[in-house]
């Protein structure tokens, strides 16, 4: 036989079937588990993440099922289109469609993040990327495409291409699949079994699309004002084409669950069983794409497969790009133990679904299996309970003496480290008020999870340093402000100053009400662990495709612990848990706050501004002020540019924040170095 990814002239299927992995029933799902239909959500949170899991609670060894797949509507993704020989070949045709092309952006705001800098800067963003892992071409390529497949995810999920099919190893397995009766055939032949998510059926290029039927075309971007328009009008004929060649597959038995689009759903019911395959197409994932995927008409990260703007995006040509994803489901299955979800948040997700049927069936852990709604407050807060920090102040003469550097240092990880270490709050909170809520705040290691209503004293009436924010984003200067917080928050507060906080007694606070929770613990520790674990893995081969696919999985699935919508099928309705998002940001951010104070003892230095997790300074030469760990959670370099002449009179004659954001993204507009590993707001 011929080589991994050479190609296969005949469409034969090979004796008996694939093997799936020993741990394939993992993820089961008994037919009488109903699945929701499809809902359009709201835009406020820029994601229509409605898409749903398996039932982990209905999980059974004994089902030899395929798992609930991801309902149709999930997070909008975008990719550049690639170009293959087939594709420019396509293109030369009238009704060849011309994808968009991505417009790339100095400072680019990660694609599971919200920008939350009321200055009107973009945030800064954390941990550099050697630079030839950002900007590899065809001569040299990245390192990680040097990397080898591993066959964790074969059993799994198989690669289309034109040449042929092949496992993710890349094992060759077919010829072409040039029509819908043949994608049938295979399907049924390889008997994929699920991994934390519905077998996956990965279409690859334009040319595999074109012999399936699979064909679009929606203009150019030329001829829209904004890419939005251009995307919609993709999506709509996608789906309009795709409902009309998939009749093959409807008349053998198989049902599609929602609209197809960029992602076919694909259920079929076996007696009392549903299998389930997810058909998802490559050259159309930009089809799915709003502006929690592409600001500013940008191309940003869409899972697996990349990010164009960050270099990360398969390799242009066909087989390279086949072998590269088929590298990175066999990593992720090896790695996380679960295929990628059609998001990253719903591979964050699965992940925790994972544990928590390994933890129902040995008895042993946390198990969560409820949501974890905001009790009902009296005068809710606006926004977040928890709010990230986005503040800026203009540098002092002495801040400006003998400075050369601008650097920008942050928490590596914040939000996984948080995560990890946080013991979190779960059943059903009870209601104090008065002498018993201020009572249950007294513990031995701090205060109980829960949600207090406290009296956050003015600002200028504490002995706080003048060149720091506030303590707590509620607090204001000149006023008491009555407020709902964290007990993370809690705690905070009644830290010394040089902690970062404002040395606060409980009495001191006023505590007039409370949510306390039954139960607390680290029910996201074994969830941290695996993907600490695997970003290590990742770091240590130069693999910033699949570390930076990583962050984008934590920060995806901690940003719509938020948003009950984004978790309404009975089954998924334990992800919603707004008051951990809300104490793992209180963590970073009391964390960050306290490491401040530490630079200003040790170096004699304040920053100028921060944004959730990142501090800015302005440095002499040769000055460290990251910590020396490498844990996740430490502070490390982020960007560090020479400030020249014209940018230091820039800061020199700033007249307001406003005039010193501006100086720093000027400063910082050229540096390369640094990838999107901050936390951004989510």
């Not at 998802?280 to 899972?303: A, L, Q, S």
């Not at 299955?333 to 059609?342: C, E, F, Q, S, Y």
């Amino acid at each position: 036989m011929s080589g991994p990814w050479e190609q296969i002239p005949l469409f034969a299927l090979p004796e008996g079937t694939l093997t799936a992995s020993p741990d394939s029933t993992d993820d089961v799902l008994p037919d009488d588990d109903v699945l929701p239909d499809d809902d359009v959500l709201p835009d406020d949170d820029a994601a229509s993440d409605d898409d749903v899991l398996p039932d982990d609670d209905a999980a059974s060894d004994d089902a030899g099922v395929f798992v609930a797949a991801d309902q149709a509507g999930s997070e909008p993704a975008v990719a550049a289109q690639r170009e293959s020989s087939e594709q420019r070949d396509a293109a030369e045709a009238d009704d060849a469609p011309t994808p968009p092309s991505p417009e790339v952006d100095s400072e680019e705001v990660d694609s599971d993040e919200v920008a939350d800098d009321e200055a009107g800067s973009v945030a800064v963003d954390g941990d550099a990327v050697d630079g030839d892992a950002v900007d590899g071409d065809a001569a040299d390529p990245p390192v990680w495409e040097a990397l080898p497949a591993g066959e964790d995810a074969d059993g799994h999920a198989l690669i289309v291409t034109a040449a042929g099919t092949y496992t993710p190893s890349g094992r060759e397995l077919t010829g072409p699949v040039d029509s819908v009766e043949k994608l049938d055939k295979l399907i049924r032949w390889a008997a994929l079994t699920p991994l934390g998510a519905p077998a996956q059926i990965w279409v690859v290029g334009q040319a595999a699309c074109e012999l399936l039927g699979w064909v679009i075309d929606p203009g150019s971007e030329d001829d829209v004002d904004d890419m939005e328009a251009l995307r919609n009008r993709a999506a709509q004929e996608l789906t309009a084409v795709l409902q009309a060649a998939l009749t093959p597959l409807l008349t053998a038995g198989w049902e599609l669950r929602g609209d197809p689009g960029h992602v076919v759903h694909l259920s079929r019911s076996i007696g009392n069983f549903t299998s389930m395959v997810d058909v998802v197409i490559e050259p159309y994932v930009w089809t799915y794409w709003n502006k929690d995927f592409g600001w500013h008409n940008r191309v940003g990260d869409m899972g697996i497969l990349g990010s164009p703007t960050a270099g990360t995006y398969l390799p242009d040509d066909d087989l390279p790009a086949a072998r590269e994803l088929g590298r990175r489901l066999a990593w992720c299955a090896k790695h996380l133990g679960v295929l990628p979800g059609p998001t990253p948040a719903r591979t964050g997700a699965a992940l925790v679904d994972k544990i928590k049927r390994e933890r129902t069936r040995s008895g042993k852990g946390i198990v969560v299996t409820t949501p974890g709604s905001v009790p009902p407050l009296d005068g809710p807060p606006r926004g977040d309970l928890e709010p990230a920090v986005g503040w800026t102040r203009v540098p002092a003469a002495d801040d400006l003496d003998n400075v050369h550097r601008l650097v920008s240092i942050d928490q590596r990880a914040a939000y996984l480290a948080s995560a990890g270490m946080l013991e979190f709050g779960y059943g059903q909170p009870t209601h104090l008020t008065g002498g018993a809520a201020a009572a249950a705040a007294v513990g031995e290691k701090g205060a109980p999870f829960g949600l207090w209503r406290i009296t956050l004293p003015p600002g200028q009436t504490l002995s706080l340093p003048d060149k720091l924010p506030l303590p707590h984003p509620h607090m204001l200067a000149d006023q008491p402000v009555q407020t709902w917080v964290t007990s993370v928050s809690l705690d905070g507060l009644c830290s010394p100053v040089a902690d970062g906080g404002i040395g606060a007694e409980l009495d001191d606070l006023d505590i007039t009400e409370a949510w306390v929770y039954p139960q607390q613990g680290r029910a996201l520790d074994k969830w941290a662990k695996i993907l600490r674990e695997a970003r290590k893995a990742a770091v240590d081969t130069d693999d910033a495709a699949t570390k930076r696919f990583l962050g984008t999985c934590y920060k995806g699935y901690i940003g719509r612990m938020v948003n009950p919508d984004m978790w309404t099928a009975k089954q998924m309705q334990h992800h919603h848990q707004p008051l951990w998002r809300a104490s793992i940001i209180a963590h970073c951010r009391w964390r960050g706050r306290r490491v401040a104070m530490r630079i200003a003892r040790e170096h004699n230095r304040w920053p100028v501004r921060t944004v959730t997790d990142s501090w800015v300074y302005l440095l002499p030469s040769g000055e460290d002020i990251a910590d020396p760990s490498e844990a996740l959670g430490k502070m490390s370099v982020e960007k560090d540019v020479v400030l020249t002449d014209t940018l230091l009179s820039a800061f020199t004659s700033a007249q307001d924040v406003h005039d010193v954001n501006l100086t720093i993204r000027a400063a910082f507009a050229d540096d390369e170095s640094a990838a999107d590993e901050g936390e951004g707001a989510l």
